[in-house]
């Protein structure tokens, strides 16, 4: 047997050495390479277009590539950070993948402030709506100050729709928590010993004159029949909006006895399949959870309004004009957010002329202009406390 | 600009590296100089000229140390350094602590005497201690000035290390400073490093921040006791995973160009008593505090009064360095306190006790020591710990949040992997996985792919998270 030399050791711990590092160099290499083209592909994407399948569901523009004028450099950079962060490569898909990672594994809300995820397929805002959670949670107790501003002011708005002769209604669109409690979300409360509605409601039957339309206990009674409120939606659906107009008007008739009496019955309605709503298209899950039902409203007579009129105001949703034929009945004009618009099908077939207006702000111009009998300012639950603003 | 934003990952990273590893090696400190400071420039603007000026008086001073002229020198970079610091850090505050006592003993104050708000330039307490450090250290001879600003500079504006640490010594980085090697195989290390740090920020800090942010600013009469605890295990675990995150970008980032930074964290929470935490908790402050103040002062060489009294003026300045607010002093002054108490005896004691008996005896003071570091003014601290002592009544109004507000599988699954992570769990695994790599060389490649995989994915998830908070939908506009 050959004898082993010092040497001969010396060269195998090398070797052996050389061969302990290969992994690791391996390993180092390819994190290198693989980090360097992790760093590159959104630049790659913005400059190819790869990722041009996944779109923003963002419904806003998103900041556009800034131009520099010297010496505003600041104002630059702020832009540009802007830009960037809107707009860097991939950032869509990967929004796409994170809602699915969020959602499917992990079961919680991909936007927890804009989206809460309830239970039986229902999803309802979150707080960046104004605060929407807190309030249904008894955190955000509208302040006595704030009903007496909103007196003051919806009390100015009635005198001067009096002097034009009409009268002025407030209708509360109820949010779905207050319509559909048992679907929140378990560490919810199902019901406050008083809402912010309460307590509105409350105020101003003691301050003032003027009529607060509550259509709760209709839609309460008429859940058991059917589904009243998109379940992936902000909004009530079509059938949610009919068993409104129906409470909506009965309230009226009570003041202009010409109106006809409201009846469901007025409609057909026809189930169909239902679609995502904006909840769950912020999320962009839109395609993959849908309302498990909604409904087509069709008249149960020949329908009588005629849509004469349609303003389409950017980034808006459009002012509507309807007229029927029948003189004796009274005018509408209502100032309404995004729920009145899924009225635009029923209510209009109970007045001789119904100018429907989607508008944060009261103009009086437009009473002064359309001389209604009626005008009914229209606002969602959550937004009460915008009243004083209007 | 932060590590973890899409505009750093995607735009400063890349075209960074591409350049620096394209351009000759003797461009690499001017280059890396003038992005640092653009890198700086980009989130703070003009402020970058107090960088650039505290860079320039501990040039000055060191250079005039080693010409002879000690004392200058030393007092040129100490009062330069700190003017510019009180000024931009602590003049706020001085002046409306002065102002608080003067209301409370109701003396007259001249109208007009409160400060208009300074800015803080992000960064401003590392490249000052580390401006003092370097001229300290030549001052006791045990460095040689710099020459050459470009390189001085290169070392204090390093974004790297630039807005949060740890803090480099000069003494630590010169050789390289002067030549460094990157090689395909140190990047690897920094790049592993890198995405370890920035997964820490991103899914476990950012997670933790949002439980500790929605508790801590809620009312206390809307959460139980048990909400309150979870509140301060969030932030405990928030401010480590963001902290030693950012310290492991910092090292990766470092080691991609060449340099070798010292570790920073050394798993503080698995510390036996308050002394062994300050040992692994932002190590490069601590020791800074132990070399350059609590040496100078006497250290512990003289008796045991004036040990006290050294401790517990370091860790005055330890909270006073942590920000401009008598919380942050009263945080430092808390540890301090602890460590007299140990050093007294409670140490010895420590060390015979069963090691659990210790770890949790280090968790609850420190546990109760960042409810002051997290709060903003003392009542507040003090309503916190009444909630988490079950003291302050239960609550009244409409019990908003429950711990199973919050515990949802998202959250579960962090504490239990930030519970994990917080241990040397890891590098026990990393080992754990070499020796396997080792011992199954023929199929090492599967193995390291595999594992190479999983830390891209660990990337990608992060990004996903990053591309998720820049997301705001509107349901419509203006509706």
């Not at chain 1, 898909?93 to 927890?112: E, G, N």
């Not at chain 2, 933790?208 to 206390?220: E, G, K, Q, R």
Request: charged residues 15%; proline residues 6%.
């Amino acid at each position: 047997m050959a004898k082993r030399t010092p040497t001969d050791d010396t060269s195998q711990v090398v070797r052996s050495r050389e061969e302990n590092r290969k992994p690791q160099r391996f390993k180092t290499t390819l994190i290198s390479l693989g980090f360097g083209l992790l760093l590159t592909l959104p630049i790659l994407d913005q400059w190819l277009t790869l990722s041009s399948g996944f779109q923003s569901s963002e419904k806003r523009g998103l900041a556009p590539l800034p131009s520099f004028n010297f010496p505003h450099v600041q104002t630059y950079i702020a832009q540009f950070n802007r830009y960037y962060k809107e707009n860097f490569g991939w950032r869509n898909a990967l929004f796409y993948v994170y809602s699915r990672w969020k959602y499917r594994i992990l079961a919680t809300s991909p936007l927890p402030e804009k989206v809460l995820i309830g239970q039986n397929g229902w999803f309802y805002p979150g707080n960046s709506l104004n605060k929407i959670l807190n309030q249904h949670w008894g955190l955000a107790p509208i302040h006595v100050d704030t009903l007496a501003s909103i007196a003051r002011h919806l009390s100015q708005l009635q005198r001067q729709c009096d002097a034009q002769g009409a009268k002025l209604y407030v209708f509360v669109a109820p949010d779905s928590y207050t319509i559909y409690p048992e679907n929140l979300p378990s560490f919810l409360p199902k019901k406050l010993p008083s809402s912010n509605f309460d307590r509105f409601q409350a105020y101003m039957s003691q301050h003032t004159t003027i009529p607060v339309v509550d259509v709760r206990k209709a839609l309460i009674a008429a859940k058991s029949d059917h589904v009243l409120y998109q379940q992936t939606d902000t909004h009530w659906n079509e059938f949610g909006a009919l068993v409104a107009t129906q409470a909506l008007v009965n309230r009226l008739r009570q003041d202009f006895p010409l109106l006809p009496v409201a009846r469901l019955s007025d409609f057909v309605v026809k189930p169909v399949q239902g679609v995502g709503g904006d909840l769950v298209t912020m999320l962009t899950l839109h395609h993959e959870l849908v309302d498990s039902i909604d409904y087509k409203l069709t008249p149960a007579r020949p329908l009588h309004a005629r849509n004469t009129e349609t303003v389409h105001i950017v980034n808006e949703l459009p002012y509507q004009r309807f007229v029927i034929n029948s003189p004796t009945l009274p005018k509408l004009l209502l100032i309404g957010d995004s729920f009145s618009f899924a009225m635009t099908t029923s209510l209009p077939e109970y007045f001789r002329e119904s100018y429907l207006v989607r508008a944060h702000t009261f103009d009086m111009n437009l009473v002064k202009r359309e001389h209604p009998d009626i005008v009914v300012i229209e606002i969602v639950e959550r937004n009460i406390d915008s009243l004083g603003q209007l | 600009m932060l590590f973890s934003s899409a505009i750093f990952l995607f735009l400063f990273l890349p075209f960074f590296l591409l350049i620096y590893y394209l351009l000759p090696k003797r461009f690499h400190n001017a280059f890396l100089f003038a992005a640092s400071l653009c890198f700086y420039a980009w989130g703070e603007g003009p402020v970058v000229l107090v960088l650039l000026l505290s860079a320039l008086i501990n040039y000055i001073a060191g250079r005039l140390i080693e010409q002879g002229r000690r004392r200058a020198g030393l007092w040129l970079s100490l009062a330069g350094s700190l003017s510019l610091l009180f000024y931009y850090k602590y003049a706020n505050f001085f002046v409306d602590s002065v102002l608080g006592v003067a209301k409370a003993f109701t003396l007259p104050v001249p109208a007009g005497l409160a400060l208009t708000h300074i800015a803080l330039p992000i960064g401003i307490s590392f490249y000052t201690f580390q401006g003092i450090s370097y001229t300290l250290d030549i001052y006791w001879g045990r460095i040689k000035a710099n020459r050459s600003f470009l390189d001085y500079g290169t070392y204090v504006a390093m974004f790297p290390h630039q807005i949060a640490g740890p803090i480099v010594r000069y003494a630590d980085i010169a050789p390289e400073l002067a030549d460094r090697t990157t090689t395909i195989e140190k990047f690897g290390i920094g790049a592993e490093r890198f995405i370890l740090g920035l997964a820490k920020k991103v899914l476990l800090a950012n997670t933790f921040a949002s439980l500790a942010d929605t508790i801590f600013n809620a009312p206390p009469d809307t959460y139980p006791t048990a909400t309150a605890w979870l509140g301060i295990v969030g932030y405990s675990l928030q401010i480590y995973f963001d902290f030693s995150g950012y310290s492991d970008m910092a090292i990766g980032l470092g080691k991609m160009v060449g340099f070798d930074f010292k570790e920073n964290f050394n798993y503080p929470y698995v510390a036996r008593s308050i002394q062994d935490f300050w040992r692994r908790w932002h190590i490069s402050l601590s020791s800074w505090f132990r070399d350059y103040v609590y040496i100078p002062l006497g250290g512990n060489r003289a008796s045991k009064m004036r040990t006290y009294r050294n401790l517990l003026i370091v860790f005055f300045v330890t909270g006073l360095w942590h920000g401009a607010s008598w919380n942050f002093i009263i945080w430092g002054l808390y540890h301090g306190l602890f460590l007299l108490i140990e050093r007294a005896g409670l140490g010895k004691r420590l060390e015979r006790l069963w090691p659990p008996v210790a770890h949790a005896y280090t968790i609850l003071a420190v546990l109760v020591g960042w409810v002051f570091f997290r709060t903003e003014t003392l009542p507040e601290a003090i309503h916190f710990l009444q909630k988490m002592l079950g003291l302050g009544g239960q609550p009244t109004a409409m019990m908003a949040y429950p711990p199973s507000y919050f515990l949802n599988a998202e959250l579960i699954v962090s504490l239990l992997i930030g519970f994990v992570l917080a241990t040397p769990v890891y590098p026990y695994f990393q080992r754990g996985w070499e020796r396997l790599v080792a011992r199954l060389v023929s199929i090492h490649i599967l193995l390291n792919s595999i594992y190479v995989v999983g830390l891209f994915g660990l990337f990608v998830l992060a990004v996903m998270y990053l591309a998720a908070d820049t997301y705001n939908p509107f349901i419509y506009f203006r509706f």
